[in-house]
Nanobody, 124 residues
């Protein structure tokens, strides 16, 4: 199971750090990622990290502001979000895939395991 936390209410320009723990399970050949879903919109890719090697991938809308990282010892990933904007308001979900296909790393359908979501609200 995946457990996401760290959401909250922040003013535009502020920062938040999300984290997602895997309850002990590792995804050595796979990847973990963050997706978000705003009210009335489809779930969209935010960032992903390959467990082996730590290669990272970002949506264009966040790549200069957000940073994804992992702590192998803690089986946890983080999403550091800086310079938050009102359009970043959404429920953020972490996801994991034990055997990621790199060409599909940005596709929600690729991921087998999902956390419960943590809400991020950015006020203007």
């Amino acid at each position: 199971q995946l457990q996401a936390s760290g959401g909250g209410l922040v003013q535009a320009g502020g920062s938040l750090r999300l984290q997602c723990s895997t309850s002990g399970r590792t995804f050595r050949n796979g990847a973990m990622g963050w997706f978000r879903q705003a009210p009335g919109k489809e779930r969209e890719f935010v960032a992903a990290i390959r467990w082996s090697g730590g290669h990272t991938y970002y949506a264009d809308s966040v790549k200069d502001r957000f940073s994804i990282s992992r702590d192998i010892a803690k089986n946890t990933i983080y999403l550091q979000m800086n310079n938050l904007k009102p359009e970043d308001t959404a429920v953020y979900y972490c996801a994991a895939d034990p055997a990621i296909i790199l060409s599909s790393i940005r596709a929600a359908a690729q991921y087998d395991y999902w956390g419960q979501g943590t809400e991020v609200t950015v006020s203007s």
